[in-house]
């Protein structure tokens, strides 16, 4: 996961996923899961207005929405201490 801030008052996300993980079906089902999950992060206020870019791996595409949630909030919270060192 990357982050640029930009001078927005919205957070805007793209999503990097190899066709190799899959039909372009199964990668839609990976992208609507995780704006489904981030909308949620968003919404309790959990992510910063900027630009985001989610590299997907091909194991993340068909995981469980469980195990995407997991790995979700692990990037999340890695992204935010790496924030906080930098500033």
Excluded: F, H
């Excluded at 704006?35 to 870019?53: M, S």
Aim: charged share 30%.
């Amino acid at each position: 996961m990357r982050y640029a801030p930009t001078g927005g008052a919205v957070a805007e996300v793209a999503y990097a996923i190899r066709r190799s993980g899959g039909s372009a079906v199964v990668r839609n089902r990976c992208r609507r899961r995780l704006r489904a999950y981030l909308r949620q992060v968003d919404q309790r206020g959990g992510l910063r207005p900027g630009v985001y870019l989610i590299g997907v791996r091909d194991e993340a595409v068909e995981a469980a929405y469980q195990e995407l949630e997991k790995w979700m909030s692990q990037a999340i919270e890695a992204l935010a201490r790496r924030n906080e060192e930098t500033r």
